[in-house]
């Protein structure tokens, strides 16, 4: 196996779990030795200095059983019932096991609107941001509690793919009930064969390897993580799905088991950036001076002291256009600050933003991680 298709060459790893994994179905208990085991994987993660974020299935199968729901489909306001009541169990089983490695558990709900609004999917990136600077494991969900049909991602194999994006994570993870991708179905063909790595773009060929959405894979089904994939390799995140049935899922992945690894063509940064450069639609313009020219073109933020003047209408985390002087395109990025807050504290030191503004936000009118430069 080369080396880019090894968990220890990730930075910062989104981890799926399926509720198959993590819930006994019957009595609604949390697989307690498996999550243990787990857990000891994170460890293992942290140690080598990687960020991991989990996204997580089971409250609404932990939760159904506390409230002595029948057997079968729920009903939506059923399903939200036992989301809340079982999220809190879930939980309260992450805290206690992580916190024997001394790691600290950041609960986070998300609806498919936190992923498409511009200002909420701002506000949720800089959050996680935010969590996984300070050594805290974010524990992600879809707010099942609140989220109706029209509104829900539907399964977390695409919400773990959106959340990668959203915080530009390098790898994600799907823990499954099978071991990846195969020619064909393995459970109705002795001969499939696994597909050890996916490269660049999912192809009609290998979208017909995934079968009927709910083909061998029995959770979300293998389409929707191609779905997944998909997302994930747009993004510049490779992706992998293994069998995470056995304990030390992650363990397994490092020493070779069987996975398949999909591969994209960029990186998380630079996937990130043509996406700033081209699929946005500018709101209004930041010109800059000599100064700031200069510092963007070395690779540094855009500092409020180096803008001269504010053009247009635009809200926090709309895209803007970074002009010179004499109005020449130099970029196009994510602006931090809505042109009023801009307009205040152009020209002004960091140090001075508080003053000016009344409260405390970024140094960078626009960090570098949302810059594109021409």
């Known amino acids: 196996m080369s080396t880019i298709n090894k968990l220890s060459a990730a930075k910062r790893i989104v981890i799926k779990i399926g509720s198959t994994l993590l819930v006994d179905p019957e009595r609604g208990t949390v697989h307690r030795k498996w999550l243990e085991a ?42 939200q019932a036992a989301a809340a009541t079982g999220m809190i169990r879930l939980a309260h089983a992450y805290q206690e096991v992580l916190a024997h490695h001394d790691m600290t558990v950041a609960q986070v709900l998300v609806t498919l609107d936190d992923s498409e609004s511009r200002r909420r999917y701002l506000n949720a990136r800089n959050t996680l941001e935010t ?21 829900r991602f539907g399964d977390n194999d695409r919400l773990a793919a959106r959340v990668g994006a959203m915080i530009s994570a390098d790898t994600l993870v799907l823990l499954s009930n099978i071991d990846g991708l195969y020619d064909r179905d393995p459970r109705q063909f002795e001969g499939a064969k696994l597909v050890p790595v996916v490269s660049g773009d999912i192809s009609a060929d290998i979208q017909s390897m995934a079968g009927t ?28 799905i293994t069998d995470g049935t056995s304990p030390h899922p992650l363990r397994r992945i490092e020493n070779g088991g069987p996975c398949t690894w999909f591969t ?11 996406w700033i ?8 313009e930041i010109i800059v001076d000599d100064g700031a020219l200069k510092a963007l073109q070395s690779g540094k933020s855009l500092l409020p002291a180096g803008v001269v003047r504010i053009s247009g209408r635009f809200e926090r985390g ?57």
């Open 277 to 284: 450069a081209g699929a946005l639609k500018p709101s209004g």
């Open 131 to 151: 969590l996984l600077k300070l050594g805290a494991v974010p524990l992600i969900n879809e707010n099942d509690t609140v989220a109706t049909d029209e509104i």
């Open 264 to 274: 994209p063509d960029a990186t998380p940064k630079t996937a990130r950036k043509r």
């Open 318 to 374: 709309d895209a803007v256009v970074v002009k010179t002087n004499d109005g020449r395109e130099i970029g196009r990025g994510l602006s931090a600050y809505s042109s009023d807050d801009a307009s205040r504290i152009m020209g002004n030191k960091t140090s001075e933003i508080e003053t000016l503004l009344g409260y405390r936000g970024r140094d960078e009118m626009i960090h570098r991680d949302d810059l594109a430069l021409n």
């Open 38 to 79: 787990l857990a000891e994987d994170l460890a293992a993660c942290r140690a080598q200095g990687q960020q991991v974020v989990i996204v997580s299935s089971g409250a609404i199968a932990v939760g159904r059983r506390h409230l002595e729901l029948p057997d079968g489909k729920l009903r939506l306001e059923e399903s």
């Open 213 to 240: 959405s709910k083909s061998y894979d029995g959770s979300g089904g293998m389409v929707t993580k191609l779905e997944a994939a998909r997302i994930a390799m747009g993004a510049g995140m490779r992706m992998v």
